[in-house]
């Protein structure tokens, strides 16, 4: 299980270790909490099928505990998205440095995998869906960003879009670039 989510990086390194106990191994994306606004759902979501590989699954909930019949309403409930049409990927992601001038760590001579606030991610499925991630505009900082760090991965503009082979959108069409 991948717990309270995580970065694309943390989905596509859970198939690199190709075999579990002898078989493939299964991913369970937990995206705790994305829930909570339509902001988190988008980016959970983009940030699962920038990287995800045969296996995984993605699923929406706000923690364990509960009393009664709506304790696992958030877990339980149907987003539209989940209906769409994906099919298989047509390849790994890929990844290009921003045009606004910073930098996207993953194409340096030795990449870190802890900056990635300058990289453009996209991924195209055999649907015709295509995903976006990534700082596509020049960085907007929110009030509530306190450190130079934090406020690079939390830029009130991080585009985070999936571009449906239906013609629908997930994700804010202003801050990712045009799905051609």
Not at 10 to 29: E, Q, R, S
Not at 73 to 92: H, I, R
Not at 114 to 134: I, N, Y
Request: with cysteine; hydrophobic share 35%; proline share 3%.
């Amino acid at each position: 299980m991948l717990e309270r989510g995580g970065s694309m990086l943390d989905v596509d390194a859970w198939n690199a270790a190709k075999t579990c106990a002898g078989g493939p191994c299964l991913l369970d994306f937990h995206a705790q909490n994305a829930q909570q606004s339509l902001r988190n759902f988008n980016s959970s979501l983009a940030n699962f099928l920038i990287g995800v590989h045969e296996h995984g699954y993605f699923g929406v909930g706000g923690g364990w505990s509960g009393a009664g019949e709506s304790a696992c309403d958030t877990w339980l409930y149907q987003y539209p998205e989940y209906s769409k049409s994906l099919g298989a990927p047509k390849s790994d992601f890929t990844v290009a440095k921003g045009s606004h001038g910073l930098n996207c760590t993953l194409l340096d001579d030795k990449p870190s995998h802890k900056d990635v606030s300058g990289c453009l991610f996209r991924r195209e499925f055999a649907s015709g869906t295509k995903v976006f991630l990534g700082q596509y505009a020049v960085p907007a900082f929110g009030a509530d960003a306190d450190d130079a760090v934090g406020a690079l991965l939390g830029t009130s503009n991080y585009g985070a879009c999936v571009f449906w082979s239906d013609g629908t959108t997930t994700g804010n069409t202003t801050l990712c670039p045009r799905a051609e």
